[in-house]
């Protein structure tokens, strides 16, 4: 059975950064696409980042383009978050998700397995 376990969240002051890490046990999956999605207070879950199976490609929300980056490791069966500049709007929680196919997508029904999330708070 396919597992996802999201760690790295936390209370951060607006400006700072945090490094949010997934962890993929059960099966390997490498050349699996892996996203990043977010539900804020009151939201809907929204898209964030997404990386292909290989790593060569990756597409970011707007809202976070240039200031967060997603990275992966197949050697180690992680993907990681990197969040800088963090806004109020930030605040939410986030979750990893894998999907079957290669190519790196925002939507979220092409991802098969979802990580139970972490709570990322972001102080004015």
């Known amino acids: 059975q396919v597992q996802l376990a999201e760690s790295g969240g936390g209370l951060v002051q607006a400006g700072g950064s945090l490094r949010l890490s997934c962890t993929v046990s059960?099966?390997?999956?490498?050349?699996?696409?892996m996203g990043w999605f977010r539900q804020g207070p009151g939201k809907e879950r929204e898209f964030v980042a997404t990386i292909s199976g290989s790593g060569g490609s990756a597409y970011y929300a707007d809202s976070v383009k240039g200031r967060f980056t997603i990275s992966r490791d197949n050697r180690k069966n992680t993907v990681a978050l990197q969040m800088n500049s963090l806004e109020p709007e930030d605040t939410a929680v986030y979750y990893c998700?894998?999907?079957?196919?290669?190519?790196?997508?925002?939507?979220?029904?092409?991802?098969?397995?979802w990580g139970q999330g972490t709570q990322v708070t972001v102080s004015s």
């Open positions: 059960g099966r390997t999956f490498n050349w699996s696409v």
């Open positions: 998700a894998a999907g079957t196919l290669a190519r790196a997508t925002f939507l979220p029904e092409e991802y098969k397995h």
